[in-house]
């Protein structure tokens, strides 16, 4: 979601995104600094090296931990990206000899500026290594194409991908989101040179007017089964200004499929925006979340959860560049199987709080809501220092209140877990997790 100048209440854009992957698959948080690079220097992404550049930025990003590329990110000059898988009618060769949409995102985000060079960058890399590139954890047969959401402090950008062939238009203004479907149809204002003779070509248009680029491309069944439409209505909708605040954005990133008094993990489906994993027909779960406020002038803001479910979570303040989120670090850098980051303790807790949601969740949300109160009050013209200091402070109360938690459920929960529907989900992904990685 990108919410532009006229709709927010101090002028800023706002950046917000949810990253929906397997429930296992853990995400961290980390900060990359500016670095030069010697002249032939190659970069080795998910699955191909590439030639890096001579600069690249300082980033933030949330990714998955095996990952080289991120779900989303933002580096220091206010620029802001995140990326959804899209299912389209093109099919993959599968042999893992092009960039993933996470690389893309992040070869973005380290050597560009403004958003319209994001999407300049993205297009050529795309043009010239493609996207066959499996994007799944477990599931190493989930190969996708990509949309991006590209923000910064002047504009926004959406640009839709199928193989490599484009789609990009400008927002000028309002709010903007992106789910799991392609959106433009024929209000693009740049399109791939060969995507028109590619479609003519296939069958799938007849060469009349203007490329409907999405209904063309789309793989309509899937599109359908994502429930994209939903999500992204959901989500524009909640965004209707003016006044928005980075606020508003985390509620936005909180909605669920049902109202907040009838709503469970156990009757989760594709439609919430905070996504719960119920078995095959709805099997991601929301492993991170970012909102970003995008100054005229400044330097961007950025709040994270370091943790999945935003629902059952806090969003932190962070720097760019803050030394909390330095990959020496362990609060914010999970491993593939339990450990002592936050995110894997606020999981551990988020399962077991799952089977007995209706008693115990509204009293966990007013800590962590006072949590986030207490990191609004960040004073973003501090020094460096003590900035960092106190996004440590926050999230080290964070991991005092999900551990905490945790003891209070381990009394309760053994009652309650024989009769719940979800009792045999989570041993059933850690098995499948663990046999994955005997495979690798």
């Given amino acids: 979601l990108a919410i532009l100048p006229d709709l927010t209440a101090n002028g800023s854009v706002i950046f917000a995104k949810n990253s929906d992957r397997e429930p296992n698959e853990a995400q961290e948080v980390v900060a990359l600094p500016a670095r030069d690079w010697p002249q032939g220097q190659q970069v080795t992404c998910t699955y191909i090296a590439i030639p890096q550049v001579r600069h ?6 949330s990714k998955p931990f095996q990952m080289w590329g991120a779900e989303m990110g933002v580096n220091e000059h206010g620029l802001a990206i995140g990326n959804e898988a899209v299912f389209t009618k093109v099919p993959f060769g599968k042999r893992n000899d092009g960039l993933t949409g996470m690389d893309l995102l992040r070869l973005a985000l380290e050597r560009c500026q403004t958003a319209e060079s994001a999407v300049n960058t993205i297009v050529a890399l795309l043009e010239r290594y493609g996207q066959d590139a499996c994007g799944g954890y477990t599931n190493r047969s989930f190969f996708y194409h990509n949309s991006f959401l590209i923000a910064d402090p002047r504009e926004v950008w959406l640009l839709e991908t199928v193989d490599r062939l484009w789609a990009a238009r400008r927002i000028a203004q309002g709010a903007v989101s992106i789910s799991n479907g392609l959106t433009l149809h024929t209000d693009y204002d740049r399109l791939s040179p060969a995507a028109p003779a590619f479609a ?7 060469g009349r007017g203007r490329l409907p680029f999405a209904r063309t491309f789309s793989d309509r069944f899937y599109t359908r089964m994502s429930n994209c439409r939903v999500r992204r209505q959901l989500t524009q909708t909640a965004a209707r200004g003016p006044g928005l605040s980075v606020q508003d954005a985390m509620r936005i990133l909180r909605q669920h499929n049902l109202p907040d008094d009838r709503f469970t993990p156990a009757k989760a489906t594709t439609a919430s925006v905070c996504m719960h994993a119920t078995g095959p027909w709805n099997p991601s779960s929301t492993t991170g979340s970012m909102v970003v406020e995008l100054p005229p002038n400044g330097a961007p803001r950025i709040w994270l959860t370091g943790t999945s479910y935003p629902c ?10 803050s030394a909390c989120l330095a990959a020496d670090q362990t609060w ?3 491993g593939a199987l339990p450990d002592g980051s936050l995110w894997w303790q606020s999981e551990r807790m988020a399962r077991m709080l799952a089977v007995c949601w209706k008693a115990w969740q509204p009293a966990l949300r007013a800590e962590l809501d006072a949590l986030e109160r207490e990191g609004l009050t960040f004073d973003w013209a501090a020094a460096p220092e003590e900035q960092d200091r106190f996004s440590r402070s926050l ?4 991991l005092g209140i999900v551990q905490q938690w ?29 046999n994955a990685l005997q495979r690798d």
């Fill in 56 to 61: 690249t930025c300082a980033v933030v990003l």
């Fill in 200 to 206: 003519k070509k296939r069958g799938w248009w007849d």
């Fill in 312 to 321: 059952i979570s806090a969003f932190k303040p962070f720097r760019v560049g």
């Fill in 332 to 334: 914010n850098r999970p």
């Fill in 395 to 398: 999230v080290e109360k964070h």
């Fill in 406 to 434: 945790h003891r209070r459920l381990e009394t309760v929960v053994p009652r309650a877990r024989w009769r719940h529907p979800l009792r045999s989900l989570w041993p059933a992904l850690q098995q499948r997790q663990l």
